[in-house]
């Protein structure tokens, strides 16, 4: 083991006059007069780190370049002390805001994106340090706005400045205020006419079920007729018109119709009109004896409507007046009080 004594330390922290001695046997101890370094050791290194990472450095953790010190005790006691000069290296967070039109994609760094939204990726710079790149798309919407026309068979509707009679469907594109594609889709739709049918039974003529109806008499309409059903007055061409619920009218085929000769309702003896058919006037003759009393005359249309009526005491013969009455079937009613006589009579 060695020894110093009588040791003298000058200002440059140089120990000389030391006297060195060994435990060895039979040592000598020895004056030494040269120096012996006692100031302690100063070393340097170069740390590198990325902006926002951190380093123990002095006892506590560093997140800022610059000098940082510890001192160390070397294995013999003497300090050390170690400077790190720290660097810091930049990272970065950089961003991009995109818009698209709903439907579209972008492509960013060979990724496709289609949907709004905020999307981050990491990135190194070139001395290794993580940046960050964030990513904001917004979508603008496009429009899909459609109606629907309804035409009859045999019209046309005008479509975009054209006029169309067949069923087929339009698509108009345009853009919307952010410059988005919008698309307009017309369907155009044909709606069939309707076909009626008239069913015939006697006189009565009945049409098909529709909305409405208008009968024709030789493709004259005929005033009023506008019943299912219609009773024909005089032969000749009957048709029907009608509309359905959609707004579209059609014919029916023209069906012949033959009125019944009057001499096929032949009038019982008591009760005799002449002349029938009649033009201004005509005499209904009946047996008398029918009524114990007076009676009443009526006279009805077709539609049972009353047009005339007046009361009788004796007369054997009563005597019908035109009176401004249309050409048409009419029925005349002798009523007592009890017993009822009808007749039939035609004005041309």
């Known amino acids: 083991m060695m020894r110093f004594t009588n040791p003298k330390a000058n200002s440059s922290s140089c120990l000389t006059n030391f006297i060195y001695s060994d435990s060895v046997p039979n040592a000598v101890p020895t004056t030494v007069g040269s120096c012996l370094d006692l100031s302690p050791k100063t070393y340097t290194r170069d740390s590198v780190m990325c902006d926002g990472d951190s380093v123990m450095l002095g006892g506590m953790y560093q997140y800022v370049a610059g000098s940082y010190y510890d001192t160390l005790m070397a294995v013999n006691g003497c300090d050390s002390i170690i400077r790190t000069l720290l660097a810091v290296n930049a990272s970065y967070e950089f961003s991009n805001n995109v818009t698209l039109c709903s439907g579209d994609t972008v492509m960013v760094d060979s990724v496709f994106y289609t949907d709004a939204g905020t999307y981050y990726d990491s990135l190194q710079t070139a001395k290794g340090c993580d940046s960050v790149f964030i990513l904001e798309i917004t979508l603008d919407p496009t429009y899909e706005i459609g109606d629907t026309i309804a035409i009859c068979s045999g019209d046309s509707a005008m479509i975009n400045g054209t006029y169309y009679s067949d069923a087929q469907t339009f698509y108009d594109s345009m853009l919307t205020v952010q410059g988005c594609d919008s698309v307009f889709v017309t369907v155009l739709n044909v709606n069939a006419l309707p076909v009626p049918v008239i069913t015939q039974s006697s006189n009565d003529l009945t049409s098909s079920s529709a ?135 035609l004005i041309k």
Not at 219 to 236: F, K, R
Not at 303 to 329: D, F, Y
């Open 211 to 345: 909305v409405s109806y208008q009968w024709y008499s030789s493709d004259t309409a005929l005033t009023g007729a506008t019943s299912q059903t219609y009773t024909a007055t005089v032969s000749g061409l009957y048709s029907v018109m009608v509309t359905d619920a959609n707004g579209c009218s059609g014919s029916s085929d023209t069906l012949e119709v033959t009125i019944t000769a009057l001499e096929e309702f032949a009038l019982p003896p008591i009760l005799r009109i002449f002349p029938n058919p009649m033009e201004d006037r005509a005499i209904v003759h009946f047996d008398r004896s029918v009524f114990n009393g007076p009676y009443t005359i009526h006279v009805y249309n077709l539609l049972g409507k009353k047009l005339l009526e007046e009361s009788m005491t004796s007369e054997s013969e009563v005597i019908i007046q035109r009176n401004g009455l249309a050409p048409g079937i009419y029925f005349i009613e002798l009523a007592g009080e009890s017993k009822t006589l009808v007749g039939k009579f």
